[in-house]
Nanobody, 120 residues
Framework: QVQLVESGGGLVQPGGSLRLSCAASGIIFNNYAMGWYRQAPGKQRELVATITRGGNTNYVDSVKGRFTISRDNAKNTVYLQMNSLKPEDTAVYYC??????????????WGQGTQVTVSS
């Protein structure tokens, strides 16, 4: 019922750009904070960017100034615009939806990921 589907990954040269999309279904999208995570070869999964229900954003230091997370609630979609890409950005990128009701139980949903490869 709940589904997060990432798209937009691919192969790009260093310095290039990609825009990832994550389309959500089966949830009331406005109630969820959204995030992008990535897992590089031989590394643990790390948080890349988050956006709250109200549109506040946060980024891991390594992507600040290069990546932008945004959401379109009318389309139930979250985006990650990635500019000035570096080889170290190479990873599988995952979309996450998070519900955190006060005095309630947190709920997380994950997409299956999309591959981003930055190489010359």
């Amino acid at each position: 019922q709940v589904q997060l589907v990432e798209s937009g990954g691919g192969l790009v040269q260093p310095g290039g750009s990609l825009r990832l999309s994550c389309a959500a279904s089966g949830i009331i999208f406005n109630n969820y904070a959204m995030g992008w995570y990535r897992q590089a070869p031989g590394k643990q999964r790390e948080l890349v960017a988050t956006i709250t229900r109200g549109g506040n954003t946060n980024y891991v230091d390594s992507v600040k100034g290069r990546f932008t997370i945004s959401r379109d609630n009318a389309k139930n979609t979250v985006y990650l615009q990635m500019n000035s890409l570096k080889p170290e950005d190479t990873a599988v990128y995952y979309c996450k939806a998070n519900l955190s009701p006060p005095l309630g139980i947190n709920v997380n949903y994950w997409g299956q990921g999309t591959q981003v490869t930055v190489s010359s």
